[in-house]
């Protein structure tokens, strides 16, 4: 199995572009801040990860606003097949308002 969602801003994001077979396609960058417990103590979660999403799910990423922060849902992958660098595959995503303040710290949802 192989899911991954967690709540993020969008911190950059490219312009929507086409495939040569047509399928558009959107890159971003996600940022992630959380606290979370491990070993019964917390911990301080920030990461930012390489984003893609291709179809439909473009078009919305796309049009999303720039800092806001929303609960993605998707896949890990490597960035192509000989590279070691993984890539989060945005297969879906929605609004977050019980996790708002990414920038403070908040408790953000991991799964």
């Given at each position: 199995?192989?899911?991954f969602?967690f ?6 994001r ?18 992630h ?20 999403a ?14 806001g ?18 890539v ?24």
């Amino acid at each position: 199995m192989n899911q991954f969602q967690f709540v993020a801003t969008i911190a950059e994001r490219e312009v929507l572009r086409y495939t040569p077979a047509g399928i558009p396609i959107v890159s971003a960058r996600l940022l992630h801040v959380s606290q979370q417990t491990e070993a019964k103590l917390d911990r301080r979660v920030e990461f930012e990860i390489a984003a893609i999403a291709a179809g439909e799910i473009s078009g919305r990423l796309h049009d999303a606003d720039l800092g806001g922060t929303y609960r993605f849902s998707g896949f890990l992958s490597r960035k192509s097949r000989n590279s070691k660098s993984l890539v989060f595959h945005v297969t879906d995503f929605e609004t977050d308002t019980q996790h708002s303040d990414t920038a403070t710290g908040a408790t953000n949802g991991i799964r």
